[in-house]
């Protein structure tokens, strides 16, 4: 019998660069490459570039940064996850990953850029009056994201834009400290308690508009501003025929789920002026849907919202608003085409422009006052700022070729010794389809051999082994891997799994090297959902290193999500109990490291998303450590006893971070075991690293 096994199986080389000397690749490959592998200059540019040395760089001020204020984001990750790491900041943080990097620096480019490209369409149209922006803030609620936009914007005005009761409770806090004349718009159902809220508002002098999602609210508005003595600014959301073709455009056209038919409309005209309330309708309101593929479609939008405008003062309205949502869409892909939820075919200032022209197109049909502008900018505002780091941990191995044929042999059936001698027939003739149609009959007739009895599960595995060194031999093998990420995909990319909504996915890393593998990631999680195996561009797999277990980055592959600062944090939930990632918020500085570490907090603790299911991890941890010390009282003569092994161990689980730890277990056992101490969540604001630290105390569990 001959044996399979001496068919040459030396793997089929793609190119000569297969060494892990970081050196070799460079000659062969260049950042720049990899900016177009990955198309990083499409869906990037002003933000995110490759540098020298092979990492992704941000320019935290886009087109006006300058060469030396650009930050390497491999130089942040390592900085903030290093717990030894001094110099110069003094952070020695020790941040688990996945970690968020906020850049506001970028997030104050994004709002200066969208008032600018008003500013300027309003200038060189000839526009009558101004745009004065809200952030919707459901996109992204994070305290320091709200202040800084109510900080950024406040010279020129910028609110905010809430849609439920902690919103506007947010909303309105923030807003005392920023500019009054700014519009807080309530959005959302809303019931007597959201309304009473939205009036308070008025009587603390912010500028609150009540938009009416609902006829029906009108009434409580009416009631409860009578009752309180408070005289509400009143909008209106109107239900636009203009239709969205989109996922997003399901809130829009008749049907859409929000928002008033022209019926409704003309009842409330009518109600609020027999309450001698006409005066209070000031605003128009409309969402055409999130990302808006086209100008085309824009224009068609606004200007029916125009016409509703002109419409509503005729009526007699106090009208001075017309506010037209969000939608400003975000080039996912880099394709600038508008052919999918994923690209959008205009810039900032094509919108802006397009806005401006057709409002004035038809005020000035209807010889109407210009209205104020406002527009509720949700994604294209922080969806840049925030990108997402995580490590791939391993990678999937290919099955060992087995040695030892004879012994693979004895357990075969007749039929299965056939299909072996016919297998080895094709692969020796280079017969690849037969090969193909051999390996899957001799594959499944083992399966069955094994379910009888008659193969063990060493023969089973090397049937395994053999079929795949015969289809990589003729080079049939599937060539994608499997990258083992440390994430969840539910918590982190939640409209992955949710929506199909794809993002850039990039190392961070090693971009001077050329990718020679092709990998989908899998994450953490217990589900089949959890991976992620579509990327733009329409790819299945994504171009990958191969995990570096001795070379550059100390074998650490980390990988970034880009522009998912929008709507994915808040989505996210803990399915399997993996909780939100690290944050750190990094300001561009002229110091030494070009960029200052300004807060950190640490991801959600086993212990936090323990508790958010209704756990208690302090009976918990009293329940295991009393069995611990019961145990320990009948074994005396232990050298550690359970009590203290297990107060170290369970200290550690409960604080620490439910990812995986790649530090070594036995180090990090050793040191728990060493020093019952433990790092506790804390925001720590670092201030150039004078004021940072991390609580560090003996007993466990406490809160600060
Ligand atoms: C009423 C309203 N305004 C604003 C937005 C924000 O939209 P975008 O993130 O597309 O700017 C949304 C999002 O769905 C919305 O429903």
């Not at 900085?79 to 970690?99: E, N």
């Not at 959201?194 to 409580?220: H, W």
Request: charged share 20%; hydrophobic share 35%.
């Amino acid at each position: 019998m001959p044996a399979l096994a001496c068919v040459d199986t030396t793997p089929i080389v793609v190119d000569t660069f297969s060494s892990n000397d970081c050196g070799i690749y460079s000659q062969f490959w260049s950042p720049s490459l990899s900016a177009s592998l990955y198309r990083i200059d499409a869906w990037g540019a002003p933000y995110f570039t490759t540098n020298t040395s092979g990492n992704i760089s941000v320019r935290p001020h886009g087109s006006y940064t300058l060469p030396n204020q650009d930050i390497d984001l491999l130089n942040v990750v390592k900085h903030v996850t290093d717990p030894k790491s001094t110099g110069g900041l003094g952070l020695g943080l020790g941040l688990g990953l996945p970690l968020i990097v906020r850049f506001p620096d970028v997030l104050k480019n994004r709002l200066e850029s969208l008032q600018s490209s008003f500013d300027f369409a309003i200038q060189t149209q000839g526009y009558d009056s101004h745009y004065q922006g809200v952030y919707p803030v459901k996109c992204n609620q994070d305290r320091y994201i709200i202040e800084d936009i109510v900080e950024f914007g406040s010279s020129f005005r910028f609110g905010l834009e809430a849609g439920s009761k902690p919103e506007i409770l947010l909303a309105m806090s923030c807003l005392c400290k920023g500019n009054l004349e700014a519009f807080l718009v309530c959005n959302g159902f809303k019931d007597a308690e959201y309304v009473s809220l939205a009036l308070l508002g008025r009587k603390l002098e912010l500028n609150t508009v009540i938009v009416l999602e609902q006829e029906d609210e009108l009434d409580l508005v009416v009631d409860l501003s009578k009752k309180m003595n408070i005289k509400p600014v009143i909008g209106l959301r109107a239900k636009l025929r203009t239709k969205h073709s989109g996922h997003f455009g399901s809130t829009s056209g008749e049907k859409g789920k929000f928002g008033l038919t022209t019926v409704q409309i003309v009842r409330v005209v009518k109600k609020l002026r027999e309450k001698g309330m006409l005066d209070c309708l000031q605003l128009l309101h409309f969402h055409i849907g999130s990302q808006i593929p086209s100008t085309a479609l824009l224009s068609d939008g606004v200007a029916e919202a125009a016409q509703l405008y002109c419409e509503l003062v005729r009526l007699g309205a106090c009208m001075g608003v017309i506010d037209i949502g969000g939608g400003l869409g975000i080039d996912y892909d880099g394709s600038k085409s508008g052919e999918s939820d994923l690209s959008v075919a205009y810039s900032l200032e094509e919108y802006a422009a397009a806005v401006v022209a057709s409002v004035r197109f038809v005020c000035d049909q209807k010889s109407v006052k210009h209205p104020v502008i406002c527009s509720e900018s949700g994604r294209a505002i922080v969806s840049h700022h925030s990108v997402l780091i995580f490590e791939a941990v391993s990678a999937g191995k290919q099955h060992e070729t087995p040695t030892d044929i004879q012994f693979l042999l004895e357990g075969y059936s007749e039929e299965a010794r056939g299909d072996y001698e016919n297998l080895y027939g094709a692969a020796m003739r280079g017969d690849r389809d037969s090969c193909l149609i051999y390996v899957d009959q001799l594959k499944q007739r083992c399966v069955e051999g094994f379910k009888e009895g008659s193969l063990s599960i060493e023969q089973l595995a090397g049937v395994d082994g053999l079929c795949e060194s015969v289809i990589k031999a003729i080079g049939a093998s599937d060539p994608v891997l499997t990258y083992n990420v440390n994430l969840s995909v539910f918590t982190s990319i939640p409209d992955f799994w949710g929506i199909d909504q794809l993002f850039p996915i990039v190392p961070i890393h090693r971009l001077d090297q050329r990718p020679m593998a092709r990998g989908i990631l899998s994450d953490l999680t217990c589900d089949s959902d959890g991976k992620i195996n579509k990327f733009i561009g329409g790819e299945s797999s994504l171009p990958l290193h191969e995990l570096d277990t001795n070379g550059c980055s100390n074998g650490r592959y980390y990988l970034g999500m880009f522009l998912g600062g929008a709507y994915e944090e808040a989505l996210g939930g803990v399915h399997n109990l993996f909780g939100g990632p690290s944050v750190v918020r990094v300001l561009q500085s002229d110091g030494p490291h070009g960029f200052e570490v300004t807060r950190a907090v640490m991801g959600q603790s086993s212990a936090d998303v323990l508790r958010a299911m209704q756990h208690e991890p302090e009976l918990m941890f009293q329940t295991l450590q009393h069995r611990a010390e019961e145990l320990s009282k009948a074994q005396r003569n232990n050298k550690v006893s359970a009590e203290k092994l297990a107060a170290s161990c369970l200290a550690r689980s409960f604080n620490n971070m439910p990812y995986l730890s790649m530090e070594t277990s036995t180090n990090a056992l050793t040191a728990a075991i060493n020093n019952l101490g433990v790092y506790y969540r804390d925001e720590a604001p670092c201030d150039g690293g004078k004021d940072e630290k991390w609580a560090y105390f003996g007993g466990v569990l406490k809160e600060t």
